[in-house]
């Protein structure tokens, strides 16, 4: 930025050294050589100089950043339309030999440090960065009023899912942007319905709305790219009617070090890595992608897990195969895994003992995933609880016995379940009566251990039933790159 | 002194375009009947085609291979190429 040719001096109120040389300040605005081309810029207080034709306030900082001011006072002389020469604080030869007057400030001690400028206040460069820098965003800026509430403008434009949204200022842009390596030009992938490009750049954007953290990018940067692998159907997934959305699971080292929830409500409110992740990848869709409930989102019910839903897995259990290892990652890996599901279904037993018992328990409740009558038409992921864990743990069953044994007790006589069968009319296709048909295709039930160590309470969430054309819509693992 | 907010959207524009009316006759048309994909979306067509065959119209059939994603842009075409009119149709 340039500035006129002549004398620019920064001063604050607020700092001793300006005071002590405010005589020499009134000598030089009088001065007929210099005071015509002298502009004085005050930081803080008002009436401080405002008698002098030559003193602008500066309490927006906007030119004392443009200058590049540290220490007041600074006095800098612009010739040719550059910065030719500049002197920080009080050193009276400096002033002299800029000046070119050999008896400025005779009686003044030789040398007074200055103050900190307001601009180098903690937090204040950032902010000033922000509004006064070049940062290096390609997104639209958008104009509001000093009196307009940014949060809601951000509901006036539509860009909230209904809750407030944290105002996408470049700071705070700036600020996530650090969560990641990635080049903010790199393009994540299309965002369905509209299959607008989103490059990393809007996901932090829409991760400042959300209200994530910095740390917080890669794993999103994973979800996102999880949920825009073609079998997921991400597309298909966000207009259904049906009440799902893309579920976030996160396993490996990053839950601990982002401060994720694995545990007591593991799956509600009060985490922030939990709570926000989710509603990024739900806001990314929304305002980078289109879809908006009522328009395209034909969710007939919906369900309040479409505002964001992530959680951990608890592998504080070294007995227990983690979901990533499960899915074929190596042990230790970070890991999303995205899950196109329904709310949770509460599963409660207080009762059962034995392995055999909780299977057959959780397998009734499996049976209602959709509609109990329904088949090989939706994944299920089963949440066990530590409590119920314990109980195929201390029986020496692991997550592949437990799978099997699952799946064998959720087979059922096709006779109970063609349609008409038991006085309802849905159902399964009459012809097969006679066979004993699974619920879930082979790699239907997934299995996650998640939540309090109180609590004979596990869950279970149903997937979209896009699943019904085996292959064409499964749940995603990705790897998340640090 | 204005406050900057950056563009969280795709920052795309829709693009306005008359719609084509319907014609007035579908007489020499051909009708397309578009199967999204559904369960019965097939029962639901062929009891359409069966009526407009029986007003003398000419029809033909596209589908989506599944009604999880979209059409295939080999499939807009060939309707856009084929057909006068379109039906599209969901069944449950």
């Known amino acids: 930025m340039t500035f006129p040719n002549g004398y620019h001096l920064v001063v604050k ?9 405010e005589p020499e300040i009134r000598k030089l605005a009088d001065n007929d050589s210099i005071g015509p081309s002298l502009h004085i810029y005050v930081q803080d207080e008002p009436a401080y100089l405002s008698d002098l034709s030559q003193s602008n306030n500066d309490f927006s900082l906007e030119q004392s950043f443009n200058l590049d001011i540290e220490i007041v006072p600074t006095l800098i002389r612009y010739e040719a339309g550059k910065e030719t020469s500049r002197s920080v604080g009080w050193v009276r030869e400096e002033w002299r030999n800029l000046l070119g007057i050999t008896s400025f400030g005779e009686n003044l001690p030789e040398l007074r440090p200055g103050c900190g400028s307001l601009t180098v206040m903690p937090g204040a460069q950032g902010f000033l960065e922000s509004r006064f820098g070049h940062l290096p965003l390609h997104s639209r800026k958008i104009k509001i009023g000093d009196l307009d509430d940014p949060i809601e403008q951000a509901f006036e434009r539509g860009w909230s899912d209904g809750l407030p949204v944290i105002p996408p200022t470049g700071e705070r842009i700036m600020r996530m942007l650090t969560g990641t390596s990635r080049d903010l030009k790199d393009v994540v992938g299309s965002i369905p319905p509209n299959l607008t490009e989103c490059t990393v750049e809007k996901v932090a954007i829409n991760a400042v709305m959300a209200g994530c953290l910095p740390e917080y990018m890669p794993v999103l940067l994973a979800a996102l790219e999880a949920a825009l692998e073609p079998v997921f159907t991400l597309h298909g997934l966000l207009c259904t009617t049906c009440f799902s959305g893309p579920i976030i699971i996160v396993n490996g080292p990053i839950t601990k070090e982002i401060g994720m929830n694995w545990g007591i409500n593991a799956l509600g409110q009060g985490n922030r890595a939990n709570s926000t992740i989710g509603r990024a990848m739900q806001l990314i869709v929304r305002n980078v992608g289109g879809g908006v409930p009522g328009e395209i989102d034909r969710a007939t019910l919906g369900n309040p897990g479409k505002i964001g839903f992530c959680f951990a897995e608890d592998e504080t259990d070294s007995t227990w195969q983690p979901l990533s290892e499960a899915q074929g990652f190596l042990p230790g890996s970070n890991t999303v895994t995205l899950f196109p599901g329904d709310g949770v279904h509460g599963f409660g037993d207080q009762r059962s003992r034995t392995p055999q018992e909780l299977t057959n328990s959780l397998a009734m409740a499996l049976q209602g995933c959709l509609h109990p009558k329904m088949t090989e038409a939706v994944y299920a992921m089963l949440i066990l609880s530590p409590e119920h864990y314990s109980i195929y743990r201390d029986s020496g069953w692991d997550r592949s016995r437990i799978t099997e044994a699952l799946m064998k007790a959720t087979l059922k006589p096709g006779k109970d379940l063609i349609r008409g069968a038991h006085g309802v009319g849905e159902g399964i296709d009459p012809s097969r009566v006679d066979e004993m048909v699974p619920k879930f295709f082979e790699d239907g039930l997934l299995i996650v251990c998640a939540g309090g160590p109180a609590g004979l309470f596990s869950g279970i969430l149903t997937s979209w039933t896009g699943a019904r054309n085996k292959d064409e819509c499964k749940p995603v693992t990705k790897e998340i790159i640090l | 002194m204005s406050q900057i907010l950056y563009d969280p959207t795709g920052e795309t524009e829709s693009t306005m375009r008359t719609r084509r009316w319907p014609p007035d006759d ?6 397309m009947l578009f199967d999204i994909g559904k369960a019965r979306s097939r ?13 003398g119209l000419t029809t033909a059939r596209a589908a989506k291979p599944t009604n999880a994603k979209t059409a295939p842009k080999e499939v807009i075409d060939y309707m856009v190429k084929e057909a006068d009119v379109v039906i599209e149709a969901l069944s449950d």
């Open chain 1, 13 to 21: 109120h607020d700092c001793p050294t300006c005071t002590l040389i």
């Open chain 2, 26 to 31: 579908l007489t020499g048309k051909t009708v």
């Open chain 2, 43 to 55: 029962e639901f067509l062929n009891y359409l085609d069966d009526i407009l065959k029986a007003k």
